[in-house]
Every structure is written in C-alpha cells, then in structure tokens.
C-alpha cells in the first residue's frame, strides 16, 4: 500500500463529475497546466519492500539552499533559489530562468523518521524513507475489563 501522499494533490480531493460551476475554469487550468511547473518542482517517489525514496529535481541549486524539515508527519523539501540583480547595462531580450523559493510538503506515514537520509548530486535530491515494520507487528490486542 502508498502511505506517502502528496499534500497538494488537487485532483485527488473531489472528483470532477462533483464540482461547483465556479470551480469548473480553475478544473480545466489544472488540466491544461499543473501549477507544479510554476510554483513548485518535479519529483519522482519510488517504493521498494523496505523503503520509499523521493527524488526532486532542484536543477542549479545550492546544497546550502535546500531544506528539510519533518513536522507533525510532514517532510517539507524547500528550496530558494535567489535572483541575482543584473545590472542596467545587460541588454536581455527575455529571461526565463526562474529565481524565488518553491516548497513542496509530503504527509508520511508507516516510515521510520529517526532513520530519514538525504542525498543531492547533479541537480537531484534523493529522500530516503525506511518503511515501518508490517501492520502486523503495529497491533495490539487490548483486554476488555
């Protein structure tokens, strides 16, 4: 089973034969463009028996610019990548590297958080994400007085 959910899984929230007529534009913009390629970045979640591994593509970041942060089941995977100011003098006809801070939150469960490791090489930040022991070892039979 997937304990590892996304927290902004917009589709996954209400079903689109069940939307209001004041959502059915914004239903057709998600269609049309995930708001991941402006606000936030690509990941790829793999499961193996033993662990989960989340893989974030932050192209041109600095180690030192990239956070983790486990809260109340969370792992928020932040990322700045600050705009330098160009001077006048830079004749740019466009510029489209983006610069700003992207965020994304993932809820965890079944996953040994003491255990977590990151890894970020290449452009690529791994998660690695040991799996709790089975839902069988995590039950407990409780004795009615």
């Known amino acids: 089973m997937f304990d590892l959910m996304t927290s902004n899984n917009k589709k996954g929230q209400v079903s689109k034969q069940n939307r209001q007529p004041r959502d059915l534009f914004s239903s057709v913009l998600e269609d049309f463009m995930d708001l991941n390629d402006i606000t936030g970045f690509k990941t790829d979640i793999k499961e193996t028996d033993d662990a989960y591994t989340i893989e974030a593509e932050l192209p041109g970041m600095d180690k030192e610019n990239i956070d983790l942060e486990l809260n109340n089941n969370y792992l928020t995977i932040t990322a700045d ?46 998660v690695n994400l040991p799996k709790l022991e089975d839902d069988k070892e995590k039950r407990k039979t409780i004795d009615i007085k």
Not at 101 to 114: A, C, E, G, P
């Open 81 to 126: 990548n600050e705009e330098v100011i160009e001077e006048e003098k830079d004749n740019y006809i466009r510029k489209e590297r983006r610069t700003g801070k992207y965020q994304r939150s993932f809820r965890l469960s079944n996953v040994k958080q003491d255990e977590i490791e990151a890894e970020y090489n290449d452009g690529i930040l791994e």
